[in-house]
T-cell receptor
Framework: AQKVTQAQTEISVVEKEDVTLDCVYE???????LFWYKQPPSGELVFLIR??????QNEISGRYSWNFQKSTSSFNFTITASQVVDSAVYFC???????????????FGKGTLLTVNP | GAVVSQHPSRVICKSGTSVKIECRSL??????MFWYRQFPKQSLMLMAT?????????EQGVEKDKFLINHASLTLSTLTVTSAHPEDSSFYIC???????????FGSGTQLSVL
């Protein structure tokens, strides 16, 4: 069975601080996708990144960066120089085996509420 | 980019009535769509997987007669909450997988409040 653990329930930082959101996952599949989504107070899910299990390269997109460590089953997300607009709930998610007719169901972590104070 | 339209965004209904939520892929085909439910300050829980032209696959513990799913075309899936009760009040969100890819796109969600 798949499982995604976001141990940090809530994080509060002051603007311009860097913050890292942790994500640890469990799966028996050798092929899978990992995702991060942002859910602002308005409720919609905003896609941030999708990473294939075979691609362990770290990725940077503006102030966002992701550290995928297959050896520790972690896919951590760092926001550099945080801003008030970054305040939201962030979800890490895992999709099951993407080969052979799978339906790509997502298993979500419980989310981390990030509050960035001015 | 690809857009998934979910409608309505908010609905308030009386207990015992049925509510239909639509999830529509606007510029791509979606053979598979997913329906999630989210309670306040909780994670998203998958309710069912909807495949075009076939019966939906429900997750364990989800009542199929309570949550009717129809996926009659490659761009539209509907979730009908039948005989809604206050405990059905929740945020429902759909996602659509672009046919032939692993790309998933989410709707903006529907806040259901049953009085």
């Amino acid at each position: 069975a798949q499982k995604v653990t976001q141990a940090q329930t809530e994080i509060s930082v002051v603007e311009k601080e860097d913050v890292t959101l942790d994500c640890v996952y469990e799966t028996r599949d050798t092929t899978y996708y990992l995702f991060w989504y942002k859910q602002p107070p308005s409720g919609e899910l905003v896609f941030l990144i999708r990473r294939n299990s075979f691609d362990e390269q770290n990725e940077i997109s503006g102030r966002y960066s992701w550290n995928f460590q297959k050896s520790t089953s972690s896919f951590n997300f760092t926001i550099t120089a945080s801003q008030v607009v970054d305040s939201a709930v962030y979800f890490c998610a895992l999709s099951e085996d993407v080969s052979g007719g799978s339906n790509y169901k997502l298993t979500f972590g419980k989310g981390t509420l990030l509050t960035v104070n001015p | 980019g690809a857009v998934v339209s979910q409608h309505p965004s908010r609905v308030i209904c009386k207990s015992g009535t049925s509510v239909k939520i639509e999830c529509r892929s606007l510029d791509f085909q979606a053979t598979t769509m997913f329906w999630y439910r989210q309670f306040p300050k909780q994670s998203l829980m998958l309710m069912a997987t909807s495949n075009e032209g076939s019966k939906a696959t429900y997750e364990q513990g989800v009542e199929k007669d309570k949550f009717l799913i129809n996926h009659a075309s490659l761009t539209l899936s509907t979730l009908t909450v039948t005989s809604a009760h206050p405990e059905d009040s929740s945020f429902y969100i759909c996602s659509a997988r672009e046919t032939g890819t692993a790309k998933l796109f989410f709707g903006s969600g529907t806040q259901l409040s049953v009085l």
